[in-house]
């Protein structure tokens, strides 16, 4: 074996079937090696009676391939790769889950990082500002994070366009290589990441751990490929011309993204922009940056250069909205709620940025009476649960066909009732935290709304008893059985409240599901593929699910109809996004036309 092993090694290694590496004497390992061998399996035996080598054995222990605890039937497809979560981090404690390795507790408090990161060093901001991020599940303080203000923005994409040429014309077999190292590294670093989007956002740790992290690597590998087939296309023009079209990077990108998926979200925003060649300045939502400020850390250790990738956490007033209007930018990518989107919109004008917008839902899963009813309440309860319902696509309408509306109501209330609400750190928990106290209260408003409006409570809209969630900020599963007309059914309220609205038949089903301003996302349940393809073409949303719900593969773009956006996330439409064209004229002849010459 050679004295130094590379990542590319170990992976040559496994695609030979080898799952032993032996290390001797003189063997030195990347850490890019040490993660590899991790990742595929590959164990480090040692071969030297002086080795200075790790010793043989466990070391690199191969992660476990079969994943765990989430409802089997509704994730199918949700994630491609279901996350296994097998190495124990000091304080985690590990109770027994069916088909997986769960990992719980808290991150380590003094291992976050909390700085702004510009140009590849760590800094406090200009003015010394810092914010708290605040644990939802207690309300107490986690840690500080530096503040972003204007001054630290203007710094920072100042670096982001110094970074920009180098980028821009690296190699992209380069330049690929080190997006699909930040994958790995992302992948290797699963179990502190997911400890700490657990903590930052109140969401349950399983989820974190099965549904964020995945969705997290994916896109970066998904786009590292791409980067080698950016291309353009040659016109059909007379032979005397050359006429070509050539995609180039837009320049400095300002990401602005919410609370709910940071890290999610960066990632998929992030690995499009810079796979295209572009630089990137991330303002991190004030409300749960930590995992942001990580990404910052992993695509340093990756080898981004400094300056390509900067993460600033700040406010939306100051930071976002300075970021938003700064002349340095080319372009923001932002996903948030339709109300600032329109701010972004308006501040974007100022320098004709290009804007894209991924903004808020109230998006319907219809279930017809030909469905697997069982099917569709599975996947209705999950689509409006998951992550406490702070999910742009959550179903918050469930429309259902009135023969078994009552039988729906019923199961899907039963259903409901068997979530276990509780602390985002412990495995067992499936529903976790509102994000803040003002979040809580705004829902708990809706409540109080949707019974002013006449809609009938059928579960939930109360704080769970648990007195170890008395600090935090819970509400119950909640079900509202309503009409579409109400604000319940209307209005984005961002948490576990389903409003579910009989119908009849085919037409009312689409007349009801497009009787809203918003158009990200929606279900289809029944067993006639000749009306899931019906339906599916006259919804207004982006993205419809048959016989699923909330399924987002790297590969599929992501976008809203209506006042749910412009522009997408994921698949090669997001790519496009990041991209300007340019056409380019050669006169190949050896005529030239004197327009003034007679
Ligand atoms: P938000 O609009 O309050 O904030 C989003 C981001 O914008 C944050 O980083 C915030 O600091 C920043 N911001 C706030 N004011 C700003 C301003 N004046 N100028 C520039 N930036 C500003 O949204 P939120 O509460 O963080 O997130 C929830 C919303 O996000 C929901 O409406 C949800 O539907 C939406 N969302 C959409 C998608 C999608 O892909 N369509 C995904 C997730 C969340």
Redesign the pocket.
Known sequence: MKEFVTADDIRALAEQGERELMVREHTTLTDAALDAARMHGVRLVEGGATSQAQPAGDVVAALPVTPGGLPAPALAGLVREQAPTGRREQGGSRPSAPGGEPIEGLPDIGSLQTKLMIDGTWSDAAGGETVPTIDPATNRTIVDVAAAGPEDIDRAVRAAREALPAWRDMAPEKRSRILLRIAELIEADRDRLARIESQDVGKPIREAALVDLPACWDPWRFYQGLVRVIDGRVLAMPTSSLDYVRKEPMGVVGM??????PLH?ACRKGSAALAAGNTVVL?????APLTCLELGRIALEAGLPPGVLNVVP????T???A??EHPGVDKIA????????R??MR?GAGTIKRVSL????KSPSIVFADADLERAVIGSVFGIYLAQG????AGSRVLVERPVYDEFVRRFADKAAGIRVGMPHRWSTQLGAL?NER?CQRVYEYVEIGKAEGATVVAGGVRPSDPELAGGNFIEPTIFAGTNDMRIAQE?I?GPVVVIVPFDGEDEAVRIANDVRYG?AAGIWTSDVGRAHRVAHRLEAGSIWVNQYGVYPSEAP???YKE??TGY?LGLESLSEYLETKNIHLNIGTDTLDWYGS
């Open positions: 602005i993204i919410p609370w709910n998926f979200i303002k991190a939502p004030e409300l700040g406010l939306g007033a930071a976002g909205a970021l938003a932002f996903t948030g709620s339709t109300v600032t989107g701010t972004v501040a991924e903004l808020g839902g702070e999910v742009c696509s994000i979040q984005e961002f990200l992501f976008g809203g749910s956006g996330d």
